[in-house]
């Protein structure tokens, strides 16, 4: 339970940052161009909301109503006084409607003049205001539809740059990992092995393992280095990243497609555990189980499974000042084939590292690049979405809590929420109606016509591109709760 509330708060706190960054540009950049904004909301309100309020006129909560002065009709839509209040110098902030939302699918900002997911037809019948969205020249409209998603790329390049300029970038490149990788069994059947050092993916060298991966498994061919001499070109299918989407997500995956292989060094034992009883101590590297070779970690985690409940015979070095022991100690397993160990997991340890630290100004340009080349990978692998095999492979939100960590850590949910951020910016820039994308399309159609949609046009496609996207989001949460059955 108190992982599922770990990830779920992460998902929630991810999920409302960015709707505020998105809905923030929108806002923004109309109260730039004098566009009354009604409502900034976090997730939507229907029938009732958590919390609202307008500076100056109400504070309310989940089931009350609005508490107006007497006389105070500023926020009756179609009244004189309302009206007569445009005269009068607008508040940048203070005309608009504050809330939070009961339904966390997302949030939204009403723009006065605009139909949109609020879908406020009666306010379109009336004779258009020039503080309306639809009284501004076709530019102006247009930066203000692209606005949320420039702010949610933004957003993740800011995160990006503040994570390089907080922790800088520590990695081993993979000419100096000398035991090379440890693939999974999706890639040892397309052609990887073990000990394997990947060179290039399509021709471009490979050099950060951080962005090799999605690189490898986008790319048509990849070269690796085998056996220390031998250059190896290995074709990657259309379709692998499903295969190994479908790996990952089965309860015997030790490996997501590839891992460092380090030696099987441990770290810590657990007081009165098999380990502990056998004499295993800190600092001691596993090299053979029961006669059976062990020199790497991956080894040493497929050997040992399989004997629940028995006792093996461990084959370890241990260092005793100038020199080190080989010691043969008989070890009782739990039924989960565990003894009680703790195991360096860290590549550094055993191979010389890059570390790179980035002052205020570098850590910026780095910020651009990871933010770019996040959203050239998000949207190459897009593409894959509109395959049989990628229709199943669609998640709601029960995946995407899934990819947060079980224990906090502050930099793996920024990093998770930077890689939203650009989900999100891509999403909604497709040229669905009900989408920024949509928005922008028409927007575009009318800078290079000179025609605008009509207004019933715009309803009929606004109401279309609403039941497009409740039907997406029924069907990627619908998989999550079939994958839960399976």
């Not at 397993?333 to 205020?360: I, N, Q, T």
Request: include cysteine.
């Amino acid at each position: 339970m108190d992982t599922f509330l770990i990830k779920a708060t992460q998902l929630i706190m991810a999920f409302a940052l960015l709707v505020i960054i998105h809905e923030f540009g929108h806002f923004l950049f109309a109260r730039i161009f004098g566009v009354r904004v009604e409502k900034f909301y976090i997730f939507f309100d229907p029938w009732t909301e958590l919390f609202k309020w307008k500076p100056k006129k109400y504070i309310g909560g989940l089931g009350k109503k609005k508490n107006l002065k007497a006389g105070d009709n500023s926020n009756v839509k179609g009244t004189a006084d309302d009206e007569g209040n445009r005269s009068k110098k607008a508040s940048f902030w203070g005309d608009t409607e504050y809330g939070i939302g009961w339904l966390p699918l997302g949030g939204y900002c009403k723009i006065s003049g605009m139909i949109d997911e609020s879908m406020d037809t009666e306010q379109m019948k009336q004779p258009a205001k020039e503080w309306e969205f639809r009284s501004k020249p076709a530019w102006q409209r247009l930066l203000i539809m692209v606005a949320g998603v420039l702010f949610n790329f933004l957003l993740a390049i800011i995160i990006y740059a503040g994570i390089v300029y907080a922790t800088g970038e520590k990695y081993v490149t993979f000419k100096e990992a000398k035991m090379g990788m440890a693939f999974s069994g999706e890639a040892k059947k397309i052609g990887f092995r073990d000990g394997d050092i990947p060179l290039m993916a399509d021709g471009e060298a490979l050099e950060i393992p951080g962005d090799a991966r999605m690189k490898m498994i986008q790319a048509n061919t990849v070269t690796v280095l085998r056996n220390g001499k031998d250059t190896v070109n290995i074709p990657i299918p259309e379709k692998f990243i499903f295969r190994l989407d479908n790996e990952a997500k089965s309860d015997t995956a030790t490996i997501n497609f590839m891992i460092y292989r380090i030696p099987a060094l441990i770290t810590q034992v657990a007081p009165g555990e098999g380990a502990d009883k056998a004499g295993i101590k800190a600092g001691d590297r596993v090299i053979a189980i029961d006669s059976v070779a062990t020199p790497s970690l991956d080894m040493f985690l497929k050997t040992l499974a399989g004997h629940e409940n028995s006792t093996v015979n461990l084959t370890v070095l241990r260092k005793n000042e100038a020199k080190t022991d080989t010691i043969i100690l008989p070890v009782a397993l739990s039924g989960a084939s565990k003894m009680g160990v703790g195991l360096e997991l860290d590549p550094s340890v055993f191979y010389k590292a890059e570390e790179k630290r980035y002052g205020l100004l570098e850590s910026v340009p780095r910020g651009v690049q990871l933010g770019t080349e996040k959203l050239t990978s998000y949207a190459q692998s897009m593409k894959l979405v509109f395959t049989k095999e990628g229709a199943k492979s669609v998640g709601g939100f029960g995946s995407i809590g899934a990819i947060f960590p079980e224990k906090w850590d502050w930099i793996a949910f920024w990093n998770i929420a930077a890689f939203l951020s650009v989900a999100l910016a891509f999403m909604n820039i497709l040229p669905i109606p009900a989408l920024d994308g949509g928005h922008v399309m028409f927007l575009l159609y009318e800078v290079i016509t000179r025609r605008k949609p009509s207004e019933k046009f715009m309803e009929y496609a606004q109401m279309i591109g609403m039941g497009l996207l409740i039907a997406l989001l029924l069907y990627a949460n619908g998989m999550d709760i079939i994958r839960l059955f399976k």
